[in-house]
């Protein structure tokens, strides 16, 4: 499976971003997908999961209530709109995937997807 992120872009405070996660080399609709992101100087967090496996999603509390993670297995794509942003959200932001079954919290932890895209930067300026 590859995975190619786009969507991310300088935006102020307050703005919105939707990030695209494009997925080629097999259909993904049996994986678990995560959203995850880094900052310079800090550890790779977990953002939003979709569990495929139990039809539900969970965020991070640090951005729960402003983004929104979904995907269409039609198009093989996966999306995080990003709204309300703050600049405490900047950071390299990673689609991951995984053919495990993951329920939480083994979900929110990167040792356990073993795809990942290259990542795309998200700027948000104060």
């Known amino acids: 499976v590859q995975l190619v992120e786009s969507g991310g872009g300088l935006v102020q405070a307050g703005g919105s971003l939707r990030l695209s996660c494009a997925a080629s080399?097999?259909?993904?609709?049996?994986?678990?997908m995560g959203w995850f992101r880094q900052a310079p100087g800090k550890e790779r967090e977990f953002v939003c999961g979709?569990?495929?496996?139990?039809?539900?999603?969970n965020c991070a509390d640090s951005v729960k209530g402003r983004f929104t993670i979904s995907r269409d297995n039609a198009l093989n794509t996966m999306y995080l709109q990003m709204n309300s942003l703050k600049p405490e959200d900047t950071a390299v932001y990673y689609c991951?995937?995984?053919?495990?079954?993951?329920?939480?919290?083994?979900?929110?932890?990167?040792?356990?997807?073993?795809?990942w895209g290259q990542g795309t930067q998200v700027t948000v300026s104060s």
């Open positions: 979709d569990r495929w496996n139990t039809g539900t999603t």
């Open positions: 080399g097999r259909t993904f609709s049996g994986y678990t």
């Open positions: 991951a995937a995984t053919s495990r079954l993951l329920y939480l919290p083994d979900n929110v932890a990167p040792r356990n997807y073993n795809y």
